[in-house]
């Protein structure tokens, strides 16, 4: 294997085509959206990222089967005449830091390859307590894609997303920037404590809009709730008095 | 010394041979039942692969010689028209997140080179509890896989091995794929506290039966009552309740 | 990208440079000093540094827009006959090993590049509590330069700065010292918890005594004000005996 | 500068040289024996040795000067017809894992162009606890090696030292042994808190019997005693109740 391995499994041709990307991050926002969007759209997988900056590990499927962690890319041509999407998603990112940087680039030498015309990058921004009311922060590399996502809502406040923006997320703007293209990045609200499928309903709000799509939300509205009953039997605990480490049970629940 | 530097101390040549590798884990069972095949078939080492990648030490003999760290392969010809053995074992893994995809890598080109026609490996599961029931959880690389080793009593949970099998045991499945090689990990339920030969007799039934192959027990077993004195001393502490951290005291004891 | 990518900005003619770095570090002593004199003296940005070695992640500006970490150098060109000044400041230090010694060897290579006839490392030495009297500590590459550095109040104490300097502020020293460069280092003593623009205000004191610069201090003076505030709210918080974690509260305010 | 650059100072004719490797690690045992060897013997600085795996940083010398940190090797001609010495010391260790490997093949390589019969590694072996008696460990690459010293009242204990050596005192002996060096580990026994001259001095006993050269011990002699008032101090501290945590105010005294 090389050090990183792109596994070009189909061919395709986009028309004006935007990345979107949504790797595993806090409250796993960016991921869920992504990966909803795959499945809504019945998107075609095109790519697999195999690296070893990724994880030594393998993933077991539910089937008993397993998997190298890795990064993919899925295609999907609209049949109006909107433009087409390319989907990253993946198991992992990396675990070194100049992976980081290296699958980043292999990302932007896709985007290039297909001529995007912009990139979404998808998170989640950690506040430490439970949400109370949803909102998608924003980031981007140029100051006119700001004035644009004012527009659908996404707010932008001096003081956050404090400071930085971690991994491909992050990166993918800062090195776009470098080769010229336009990117921008939509940060759910979240606790950081748990999987959050509310928040990522806010971001593919936004996105929808931005891209002028219509996406079915059922699958995440029935997660969410899930997660909801999860978040009150929590909150029933604390009433209750019951002694509990926070890292221990309210821990990172998927 | 190169990267990785593999020093062949015998050619052998084998027939339709499997290989096993059961390296430093989880309970160390993997490397329990690689070792006691090792003494029981009297295996030959063909290989000694060092690396950069393990650990910077070396280890002391009990004459006070010192070795250092590496991994060995060993080859075991049938009698009978049985498959041939290899059987990988050794001191460490590799402590760098590259490392081991590349240690990998020069298993599966050995595997490669003597034409391997499957790879079992072999570990532990640890559940952070003693285990009541004694049972051999299982991950395939291919569905065919999982469904025969279902006939040998290895169980397949939708939720366990929770997610990843990390190191050699689960690279050498995600890995071997990529090349085509047939690949299953066997994985002994264990404590995650201690070394477990009880696990260890669980999974060389398995392998035993999967292989068609007779092996005596009584090592591990006898090295089984070992342990199962120490956990009845730990036991008694606990009923006794002598105060203890048990981190400190249950440790990891070898 | 490379591993160290270095952007030239502009071209520029120096007369007889000296290099002056204030990078990220203890009590951001060094990184206030530079941004200070970039400001007061308007200099202009001639070089970009960008590699692998910065974290993985991209700093949110106020108005919503990204950049990537990087280190920069800033050009001066004096009015009257004076040296001129290569300034060097940025957004983060190395976060691997290597990559310290590599970015060192970058900046060493501007400075012979540019023919500087000495280097002034910037930074803060942490005591672990509240500073009751200004200081500042040196250290250099060639002895005459700690007889120089005496004359201009700069303190040599024979067990400080406690045997090391970490990182672009030692290495330029050390580094420096292998290709003949001369160079020294000005440590501003400081608790080590808190932005400290007083202790900022010491080390440029020396600094333009030794380089016969004049320096308006005002904006460092305002921002030592607001931090003596924070600080009396800290001592009256402790006096009242308000319970807290130091790690929690006291924290690494900026 | 390279990965490792090997700075060669002077040129020196050795007859029939022993190397003796003391670096910073438990105890500081080995680096107190090497130090004190260099001194003792006025032995001359022929090689430096820089390496990216080194910390990166300076060190401050009393006079106010830095230095970076290396490794160095001391030559000394002996006058009878006794061996020569080649004799290891430095600032550090590598703080990578591969950089020890390459650093002790660096080692090796000098072994090796000097034509040295034999190496010694000198080091502290930690036992969590104040020593009541003084002894030195062995470990050897060769059984032969293993007789000899027991010869000079070097204790093998099956169970210790404990497993493996980290650093170069062990990959000397390991990586030594694929070369064909006969290399030897000296490890005095010591809490593991404290820098122990006293351990120090036992080690060098054991050396100078197996080189059968005669050293003054004053100099450790000295220092051991400074070091047993600091223990005393400790002592009644702990008799007197004195609420204290370990870490915090045993620590690790130099």
Redesign the interface.
């Known amino acids: 294997?090389e050090e990183i391995e792109v596994r070009e499994l189909k061919k395709v041709k986009l028309e004006n085509p935007v990345m979107i990307e949504g790797l595993p991050g806090v409250g796993n926002v960016g991921k869920l959206v992504a990966e909803h969007l795959i499945q809504e759209l019945n998107a075609e997988k095109i790519v697999e990222i195999?690296s070893?900056?990724f994880?030594?590990?393998?993933?077991?499927n539910?089937?008993?089967?397993?998997?190298?962690?890795k990064n993919e890319v899925f295609a999907w041509k609209s049949k109006t005449k909107q433009q087409d999407l390319l989907i990253v998603s993946g198991d992992e990112q990396?675990?070194?830091?100049?992976g980081?940087?290296?699958i980043t680039?292999t990302l932007l030498d896709l985007a290039q390859k297909y001529k995007v015309s912009r990139i979404f990058t998808l998170g989640g921004y950690g506040i430490g307590q439970l949400v109370e009311k949803q909102s998608v922060l924003?980031?981007?590399?140029?100051?006119r894609l700001?004035e644009e996502m004012k527009k659908y809502g996404v707010e932008?406040r001096?003081e956050?997303?404090?400071?930085?923006?971690?991994?491909a997320s992050?990166?993918l703007?800062?090195?776009g920037?470098?080769r010229g293209i336009p990117a921008m990045?939509l940060l759910g609200l979240t606790s950081g404590y748990l999987v959050d499928p509310k928040s990522a309903q806010a971001v593919l709000k936004v996105l929808c809009q931005a891209l002028n799509l219509e996406i079915g939300m059922q699958a995440l509205k029935d997660r969410a709730e899930e997660m909801e009953k999860v978040i009150e039997r929590l909150k029933e605990m604390e009433k209750a008095q019951i002694p509990r480490h926070r890292e221990e049970e309210l821990g990172y629940i998927r």
């Open positions: 294997m195999y070893w900056h994880p030594p590990q393998v993933l077991v539910n089937d008993g089967t397993v998997r190298l962690c990396s675990v070194t830091n100049e980081h940087y290296f680039e924003g980031a981007a590399n140029e100051i700001v932008f001096e956050e997303p404090g400071g930085s923006i971690v991994g992050g990166l703007l800062g090195l920037r470098l990045c």
